[in-house]
């Protein structure tokens, strides 16, 4: 087993996900693994970024497929004995003129970005090691969607208090209010991906305060944050920051040091604590 320290970042073939590996393979001592769904785009990711001198690994994962993730899991325990730092990058948006109806968009959007990143949560958590990083990456617009949420959601996700269980409840009942279309009426804002990332922020939340409940010695740090408006696939190119420029927050804190003991459980936007 090796004794090298181990950093994964999910869906990061390209956009901030790419920019994430490429600024951990400068900045993190120890293997970066780049991870995409699609083998052959993971490892022309991997040419990329060696053509740029750098030695990232590479191992499939889609967070749409649990025996994915357990591949993963199994063989980051196998050969690590662990992992070190997780950043949760993966995910998905419709375009704003998207034709697919809201229902589907809010189901296969809620799919990935919520649930697939509870899943890898659920199954890389236990491996996280004394010391280790888990960046969870939400955007603005989760505070955004939070603030367009009726008052008894928005007490609901601000609350210091709401389990995981809870919270998987809300994002299935936000998919079925879509389906009967009185997702509106029941209080929720028109954003399948804001309600999404409304989850990612809420998850976090619950899961820093289960470290400290349960591992408060091992000194794991876990946030949510937001890389910014950055010119990928996903938000276009109008953007304005770089795909570097959004990989900042998400490295400054995969990178917090050892005798850290904050942020912990915050939403973070340009390495700044916002309020939730």
Not at 203 to 223: F, M, P, V, Y
Request: charged share 20%; hydrophobic share 40%; with cysteine.
């Amino acid at each position: 087993m090796s004794s090298v320290q181990v950093a994964v970042v999910t869906g990061s073939n390209k956009g901030i996900g790419l920019a994430i590996v490429r600024a951990l393979c400068k900045q993190f001592q120890g293997d970066v693994y780049l991870t995409a769904r699609d083998p052959g785009r993971g490892q022309a990711a991997v040419a990329q970024l060696q053509d740029e001198g750098l030695r990232p690994l590479f191992h499939q994962l889609d967070i749409d497929d649990l025996q994915s993730i357990r591949a993963l899991r199994d063989f980051l325990k196998e050969k690590y004995g662990g992992l070190d730092v997780l950043v949760n990058n993966a995910g998905i948006a419709f375009k704003v003129n998207d034709t697919t109806p809201f229902a589907i968009q809010a189901e296969v959007t809620l799919k990935t970005n919520f649930f697939g990143t509870k899943n890898v949560c659920t199954e890389l958590l236990p491996l996280i090691k004394p010391y280790g990083r888990v960046v969870n990456v939400s955007s603005m617009v989760s505070s955004s969607a939070l603030g367009r949420c009726s008052q008894e959601l928005q007490k609901k996700f601000r609350s210091d208090t709401i389990t995981e269980d809870e919270l998987v409840q809300l994002m299935n009942k936000f998919v079925e209010d879509t389906k009967n279309n009185v997702h509106e009426k029941e209080g929720w804002p028109n954003t399948a991906y804001g309600v999404s990332k409304i989850g990612v922020t809420v998850l976090s939340r619950i899961q820093a305060r289960l470290l400290n409940e349960k591992r408060k010695g091992d000194h794991i740090l876990l946030n949510a944050c937001c890389p910014g408006w950055v010119r990928t696939d996903m938000a276009g190119p109008q953007a304005t920051k770089s795909p570097d420029e959004g990989a900042e927050t998400p490295v400054y804190l995969a990178l917090l040091p050892s005798n850290a003991d904050a942020p912990h459980g915050q939403f973070v936007s340009n390495k700044t604590v916002k309020t939730w």
